[in-house]
């Protein structure tokens, strides 16, 4: 097999990764509280923003400042969801997607007026490996292997405790979780902050990768969307597959053709799943 | 235990229920019937705390519950097992159950309660990882149960719990309500199957349209003429 293909597929998967962090937290929103978080990549920008300016221009050290990022956007979801969700919840799905779309604007030229379009970089530069001749991005290898660890986290969680089997069953049975004791609007918050939380965490792998200016999500949340969509929206384990097979298309499209060309046949394959499987790949 | 006084409830213009009362004693076992749209779902959920009363007074214990949502209803003694069973379909039978014992109280003694739940329904420990959604009705019945009595409740609201079964299981979950108060548990009950409901109940209500037509003993409303013509067919 040719060996640049193979390190074209290797850096995929590595780019799956992040991605599939991404679509998790998306999903997992949608999937409980029936809300698409239209600006959600953008709180990974404000992620990557507060993880600029506390390491470059307030000196605090890398580690520290992702954890405050990871913190902080897990306080931002919870704000998110009780400005702009929780006063829509009972309102048809078309404001729901205008009040979050409005975020995504207010976020966006919120950002430019106070960062400007500048590109900024809070430079780190980590090495290249050289493994069996094919090289592989340092970054990328540490952001798929803490995007994994984060999934494998989200999912014991989910699995073993006690809110995380509530939230699995509010996705479920809306109503009747008040009558186990659960308070609806709770879980929401919680549901809310991990989302927050996980945008948060992109945002420190991405930071180590890629420049940060105010429009840096539109160049991965339409990519998301389109995740969470082909996997069937609110499907988690739907949502990661894709996300490989997207990070695939991109990463070998790009090695045979270009990258635009790439993004290209990713959409294109979208729009022709949504006329043969418009409920996703693993609707059953 | 359980008291309500003049209690009107009712979705959007549509009033379902209008000035009932009732009364259910600790450790008694209480039945209402009426026939399809009368009120009795209406009647628990308004209890459950599902649906704001509008009108009236509803009392646990003597305190005051009126004005609580279901989740904290929860924490105050009463489980609801709701009309059509209402099961998490995807999660497995244990998940329901530990998904019924959320609150904190239940918690703490999850294993316990757990072992003893599997002890009154021998079948549910047998499907223990079952996903729920794939079991029988009648199985799905006894979670339902089970789910509620997770929570160490006082009273335990049971709606239609007949509903969809085959005779034999109908039997078999009237037989339940038998060893569920041997337990020392209150039960309220809405049923349709008059007949076996009244083998269980100590007293019972009529409802129909809403309201309160009739209330009585078990025997006393075995032996009303209206009653056996109307609801049992005799």
């Not at chain 1, 073993?160 to 996705?171: E, L, P, V």
């Not at chain 2, 009108?55 to 009309?83: N, Y």
């Amino acid at each position: 097999m040719d060996i640049y293909l193979l390190e074209a597929i290797i850096n995929g998967v590595l780019l799956g990764g992040v991605l599939a962090l991404l679509a998790l937290g998306l999903n997992l929103i949608f999937g409980v509280i029936d809300v698409v978080w239209i600006a959600y990549a953008d709180i990974v920008m404000c992620g990557m923003y507060a993880i600029y300016f506390l390491d470059v221009q307030y000196g605090v050290p890398l580690p520290l400042a992702f954890l405050i990022a990871i913190v902080g956007m897990a306080g931002f979801g919870v704000l998110v969801h009780l400005l702009i969700i929780a006063p829509v919840l009972n309102s048809p799905p078309l404001n729901q997607l205008l009040a979050t779309g409005g975020l995504l604007f207010f976020l966006q030229s919120f950002a430019t007026l106070l960062f400007g379009t500048d590109f900024r970089n809070i430079g780190v530069r980590l090495p290249v490996l050289e493994i069996a001749s094919m090289y592989v991005s340092f970054a990328r290898l540490i952001a798929f292997g803490i995007a994994l660890i984060g999934a494998v986290a989200l999912y014991l969680f989910l699995k073993r405790s006690y809110i995380g089997t509530a939230i699995r069953a509010i996705a479920q049975d809306r109503e009747i979780v008040g009558l186990m004791g659960i308070d609806q609007r709770r879980i929401y918050f919680v549901v809310s902050a991990i989302g927050g939380a996980l945008a948060g965490l992109a945002a420190c792998l991405l930071a180590l990768q890629y420049d940060v200016h105010p429009f840096i999500g539109n160049t991965f949340g339409p990519v998301i969307f389109m995740i969470c969509v082909l996997g069937g929206l609110g499907n988690m384990i739907g949502g990661f597959v894709a996300s490989f097979i997207i990070s695939q298309i991109i990463a070998i499209g790009g090695y045979y053709w270009s990258t635009e060309l790439s993004y290209v046949f990713a959409f294109t394959l979208f729009i022709v799943m949504m006329f043969i499987r418009p409920r996703g790949l693993f609707a059953s | 235990m359980l008291s309500l006084a003049a209690v009107s409830a009712g979705y959007g213009s549509f009033q379902a229920l209008f000035d009932v009362s009732l009364d259910v004693s600790r450790g008694e076992a209480v039945g209402v019937i009426g026939p399809n749209g009368a009120g009795k779902t209406t009647l628990m959920r308004v209890i459950s705390g599902i649906i704001p009363m509008r009108q009236g007074t509803m009392t646990l214990e003597g305190r005051s519950i009126g004005e609580l949502p279901a989740h904290r209803m929860v924490e105050r003694g009463v489980a609801h097992v709701p009309e059509n069973r209402r099961l998490f379909p995807r999660l497995s039978v244990e998940e329901n159950l530990r998904i019924g014992a959320f609150i904190p109280a239940a918690r703490a003694g999850f294993q316990e309660r757990l072992a003893w739940v599997y002890d009154l329904f021998p079948r549910l420990k047998d499907r223990r990882s079952q996903v729920a959604g794939t079991m029988s009705g009648g199985e799905q019945q006894m979670c339902a149960i089970a789910r509620a009595l997770m929570s160490r409740p006082k009273v335990l609201l049971m709606d239609e719990p007949s509903a969809g079964l085959a005779p034999l299981v109908v039997q078999q979950v009237f037989d339940l309500v038998h060893r569920i108060r041997a337990e020392g548990l209150t039960v309220l009950i809405v049923e349709q199957n008059v007949q076996q409901v009244l083998e269980v109940v100590d007293r019972a209500y009529l409802l129909e349209v809403g309201a309160i037509k009739l209330a009585g003993t078990a025997a006393e409303l075995k032996g009303n003429s209206f009653i056996r013509e109307a609801y049992m067919g005799l």
